[in-house]
């Protein structure tokens, strides 16, 4: 699929809140601009991170149609700020948001409970017990989750979240399975016993456009 708009993704060099929308379009095999600010990193322990080229922008006024914040998509000159409503513009765009405004309303669910978990999972990375809490996190936290997360997903196809094709569910699934951690082998681990999340996230990796994306896009330090 090409759409006929002309399209510019804006944000760092870094995977961050950008990531889902990059890996969308590449499913959907959409060409756009993919703009990155460069970030000199002074301590990324603390993410200190310099951000000149950004800073500048902001300053001259470049960026108030964004909210002076990124990510933002460029639609044929229409800026659209925000991650989840950009990912949510894409996946409408590509097909992806399902069949009727129930299945719809089901995707996005699915996307809110992996917002949750993110969000559940960073306040440990800030907890004074990291390395116990993290432990405890990847053995019980998450495999529980995912145990509940299982119960709504893969009700007409085990395959996919909702219905019986790609949807923004499943590639949101993926890339917080595969792509969100660092530690990436126990957060596979962590479906073990949840056989529709595990299906759904090999389907999504067997994607060839997704594949090459992977093979071919920029490196970046997270």
Not at 108 to 115: G, V
Not at 154 to 167: A, H
Not at 203 to 212: D, T
């Amino acid at each position: 699929m090409n759409l006929k708009y002309k399209m510019k993704l804006t944000y760092f060099n870094v995977r961050g809140f950008a990531e889902t929308s990059r890996i969308l379009l590449a499913i959907m095999g959409q060409d756009y601009e993919d703009f990155r600010y460069p970030l000199n990193i002074i301590d990324l322990a603390s993410f200190n991170m310099e951000k000149l080229e950004f800073d500048a922008a902001k300053k001259e006024g470049k960026l108030l149609g964004s909210l002076n914040k990124v990510p933002f998509l460029e639609v044929d000159g229409t800026l659209i700020p925000q991650s989840k409503a950009i990912e949510r513009y894409i996946a409408s765009q590509g097909n992806m948001m399902g069949d009727s405004l129930l299945e719809y309303a089901r995707i996005d669910s699915i996307c809110e409970c992996i917002r949750d978990f993110k969000d559940a999972y960073q306040r440990v990375r800030k907890s004074e017990n990291k390395e116990e809490e993290m432990t405890k996190w990847f053995t019980e936290t998450l495999p529980e989750r995912f145990s509940l997360l299982e119960h709504i997903v893969g009700r007409e196809n085990n395959s996919f979240s909702v219905g019986n094709r790609l949807s923004l569910a499943d590639v949101v699934i993926f890339v917080f399975v595969t792509q969100f951690f660092d530690d990436k082998t126990r957060a596979m681990d962590a479906t073990n016993n949840t056989t529709n999340i595990r299906n759904i996230v090999n389907n999504v990796a067997g994607n060839e456009n997704l594949i090459n994306w992977l093979n071919n896009r920029p490196e970046t330090i997270m």
